[in-house]
């Protein structure tokens, strides 16, 4: 059960920092600057990929439960 988890979890997390880019590019050099909260959507998003359980590490645990 925990390869689903982290599967949701990786994907999930890695989901988010690719909208919340999206959204930081489509903004352009505002999307950079805190003229606008994109900039902290796109820093939130991230840490879903450093977090409890960084992405490098959901893949072990994946690894581990398919290859076990
Ligand atoms: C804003 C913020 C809030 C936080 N809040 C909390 C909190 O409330 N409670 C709490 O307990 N912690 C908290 N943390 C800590 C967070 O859980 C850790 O930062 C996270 O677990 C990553 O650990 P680390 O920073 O020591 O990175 P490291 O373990 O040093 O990893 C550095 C890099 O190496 C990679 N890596 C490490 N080991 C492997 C491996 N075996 N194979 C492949 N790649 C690997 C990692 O994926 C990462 O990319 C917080 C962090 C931040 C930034």
């Not at 796109?42 to 645990?61: F, H, P, S």
């Amino acid at each position: 059960m925990s390869k689903y988890g982290a599967m949701c979890k990786m994907y999930a997390s890695e989901m988010c920092v690719r909208v919340a880019n999206e959204a930081v590019q489509i903004h352009g050099g505002y999307g950079y600057t805190k003229v606008y909260p994109v900039e902290k959507f796109y820093r939130d998003a991230k840490l879903c990929t450093i977090g409890e359980g960084t992405t490098e590490i959901q893949k072990v645990v994946i690894a581990k439960n398919i290859l076990k």
